[in-house]
C-alpha cells in the first residue's frame, strides 16, 4: 500500500510538474492569505449546503457547521504551508474516503474544490505579491494534485463499498439456497412420514365405506374425510414439488392440446364448474419443448387461482399466442383482482389469502416457468380481475439449459 502511494505520489508530481519552488511560494504568501481563509471556509460551506443533494449529509446542526468550516480552514492553512512531501498528500488522500463513508456524492467535493480554488486565485490576484503568475500556478498545481487524489481515493472508496455489498449478498443468496436444501429435506422426509400413512387411512376409510349400505347416514361422513385426506396429501405434495422441483423432462408438444388435456381435467372441480370458461387461439397453438406434466401444474394453478377469485357465472378466458420466438398462455379472469401491495406478494412462498391455500400454488408456477427459460407476469386490478401471462420460448431446450435446471434442483 505505501509503496504504491509512493509511486502515484511521484507519478502525479512528474505529471503535473510540480517543484520545491511551487512549495516555497504557496509557503511565503500564506500569511498574507491566512486572515481571508475563514471566509474562503465560510463561502464554500454555504454554498455546499444550499443545495438539496448535500444539505442532507450536512444537516448535523450549528455544531457540525462549526466542525466542516473549521477543518476547511485548517486544511486551507495546510495547503499553503506544507510541506508538501509524501505524508500531505497521504493525509489528504483520506478525504475522498471520508466523503464516501459520509455519503456526499463527488461532484459536491469536486465543485467545492474548484470554488476553493477560484476564491484562492481572487486572493492571490489581490495581494498581488512580486511573482503573482508564478504563484498562480502553484495554486492551481497543488488544486490539480489534491483533485487527482481525492478522485483516486473517492474511486478506491467506491470499490471496496461495491465489494462490501457483493460479499453481504453473496451470503445473503448462499444462505438462503442451504436454508431451502434443508427445508427440502425436511419436506421430503416429512413428506413420506405422511404420504405413506394417509394412503393407509385412505384405504381404510375406503374399505368402510364400501360395506356400509348405500342408505346409511355416515356415508356423507367418510366423503368428508377422504375429501379433507387428498386435500392434505394435496399441500405435502406442494411443498415437495416447491422445495425439491425436478429439472423439466422435455417433450415437443402442441401447446393447446397440452393446456386442452388438463383444462378437460379441472372442469369437474367445483370452483370451476361455476365459470364461464372460454378459449382462443388453442387449436392453432405452435409446438412447444415443455415438460408436460410440469405445464399441466402450472395452468392448473393458475386456473384454479382464476376460478376462486370469481363468482358464480364470471369468465374466464384461456387464450394461446406466440410470435416467432415465443408462446404464452395467457389465462384471465373478470374476478375480485388484487391490490397492487397482493399482486407483489402473490409469489410469496407461503402466501396465501384463502382459508385452505397453501400460498404455494404462484411460486411453483414461476419455479417450473423459470426452469423452462420462460417468465411469468402477473397484471391484476382490483375488482376487474387478474392475468396472469406465461410465456415459454420455442426453441429447444439448449444444453446448457438443461444444466441450469439441473442446478437449480435443490438438491444434495
Ligand atoms: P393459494 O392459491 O394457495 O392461496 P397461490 O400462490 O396460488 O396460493 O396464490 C397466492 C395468493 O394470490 C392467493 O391467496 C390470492 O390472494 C392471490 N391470487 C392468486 N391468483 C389470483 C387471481 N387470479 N385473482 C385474485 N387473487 C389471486
Ligand atoms: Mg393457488
Given amino acids: 500500500m505505501a509503496g504504491m502511494a509512493n509511486s502515484l505520489f511521484d507519478e502525479l508530481r512528474a505529471c503535473l510538474q510540480w517543484t520545491e519552488a511551487d512549495s516555497a511560494r504557496l509557503r ?51 495547503l499553503f504551508q506544507g510541506p508538501h512531501d509524501e505524508a ?85 443468496r448462499l444462505r438462503e439456497a442451504e436454508q431451502l436444501a434443508s427445508v427440502g429435506r425436511l419436506a421430503a422426509s416429512l413428506a413420506h412420514e405422511i404420504r405413506n400413512p394417509l394412503a393407509g387411512i385412505s384405504g381404510a376409510i375406503q374399505v368402510i365405506g364400501q360395506a356400509m349400505a348405500p342408505e346409511d347416514p355416515h ?11 387428498r386435500r392434505l396429501d394435496a399441500a405435502v405434495q406442494d411443498l415437495l414439488v416447491y422445495s425439491r422441483p425436478k429439472p423439466p423432462q422435455y ?33 392453432a397453438g405452435p409446438e412447444v419443448w415443455l415438460d408436460e406434466a410440469q405445464l399441466q401444474q402450472v395452468v392448473a394453478n393458475i386456473l384454479l387461482n382464476a376460478a376462486q ?26 374476478g375480485r383482482g388484487m391490490s397492487p401491495t397482493l399482486a ?3 409469489f410469496e412462498p407461503f402466501f396465501t389469502t384463502k382459508a385452505k391455500g397453501t400460498g404455494l400454488g404462484l411460486p411453483i408456477c414461476r419455479k417450473i416457468v423459470e426452469a423452462h427459460g420462460g417468465v411469468i407476469h402477473l397484471d391484476s386490478q382490483p375488482g376487474k380481475g387478474t392475468t396472469v401471462t406465461v410465456t415459454f420460448p420455442l426453441r429447444p431446450p439448449a444444453a446448457d439449459g438443461c444444466d441450469r435446471a439441473a442446478r437449480s434442483e435443490v438438491d444434495e
Fill in 219 to 229: 356415508r356423507e361422513v367418510i366423503e368428508e374425510i377422504l375429501k379433507q385426506i
Fill in 88 to 172: 500531505f498528500f497521504r493525509r489528504h488522500r483520506d478525504v475522498g474516503g471520508a466523503h464516501t463513508q459520509a455519503g456526499l456524492p463527488c461532484y459536491y467535493v469536486l465543485a467545492a474544490m474548484g470554488l476553493m480554488r477560484h476564491e484562492l486565485a481572487g486572493l492571490i490576484l489581490r495581494v498581488r505579491d512580486a511573482d503573482h503568475a508564478a504563484t498562480l500556478d502553484a495554486l492551481h498545481r497543488v488544486m490539480d494534485l489534491e483533485m487527482a487524489l481525492f478522485l483516486e481515493s473517492y474511486g478506491e472508496a467506491m470499490t471496496s463499498q461495491i465489494h462490501d455489498t457483493e460479499r453481504r449478498e453473496m451470503g445473503d
Fill in 344 to 346: 407483489e406478494q402473490a
Fill in 309 to 334: 377469485a370469481c363468482t358464480e357465472g364470471q369468465a374466464v378466458e384461456i387464450r394461446i399466442v406466440h410470435d416467432d420466438e415465443t408462446a404464452s398462455v395467457i389465462i384471465r379472469d373478470t
Fill in 251 to 283: 417433450d415437443r408438444c402442441r401447446l393447446g392440446a397440452a393446456v386442452l388435456r388438463v383444462v378437460s381435467l379441472l372442469r369437474q372441480e367445483p370452483d370451476v364448474r361455476r365459470v364461464k370458461l372460454t378459449f382462443d387461439g388453442l387449436d
Fill in 28 to 78: 511565503a504568501v500564506r500569511p498574507r492569505l491566512a486572515p481571508r481563509f475563514a471566509a474562503v471556509a465560510d463561502a464554500v460551506y454555504r454554498r455546499l449546503a444550499a443545495r438539496p443533494g448535500a444539505a442532507a449529509v450536512l444537516a448535523g446542526g450549528p455544531e457540525q457547521a462549526a466542525r466542516i468550516r473549521a477543518t476547511l480552514e485548517r486544511w486551507l492553512v495546510e
